[in-house]
């Protein structure tokens, strides 16, 4: 498998379900068609990545609930390596649950954020990602 290119903006996207990664795949191109976007679908596939990349992704948007790792186990195994300090890392997920975002932050999540059901609403998600995570307001 290549290494990720991660020479400018880079997102890597980490949930199983197709539609839902079919639809952040959209919604950056739309709105940060500069960022390379790399999709995986589970925590070992994310870990392992981050293993063999020398430049660590821009952000990584991570669901909750995927098979073989799921995405707290993924965060607390991120937290744990000291090279990935300053990785930000926003929970992505289907929950709303609070204690789900308790421990999101507990476990130094940079953000938790539930899955939109309207395009409407991922568009105001990607432009809040943009500006605290990728390259500040749309205008920059």
Known sequence: ??????????????????????????????????????????????????????????????????????GFEALVRIRQEPRYNALPVVVLTTSNQQEDREKARQLKADGFFTKPSEMREYSELMLTWRRDFLVGTPDS
């Open 1 to 70: 498998m290549e290494e990720p290119v991660c020479e400018a903006l880079c997102v890597f996207i980490v949930d199983d379900d197709e539609d839902d990664q079919f639809l952040l795949q959209q919604v950056f191109n739309e709105y940060c068609p500069e960022c390379h976007v790399t999709v995986l679908s589970n925590g070992l596939e994310l870990l392992a990545r981050l293993s063999k990349t020398t430049i660590l992704p821009t952000l990584v948007l991570l669901d909750l609930n995927m098979p073989l790792m799921g």
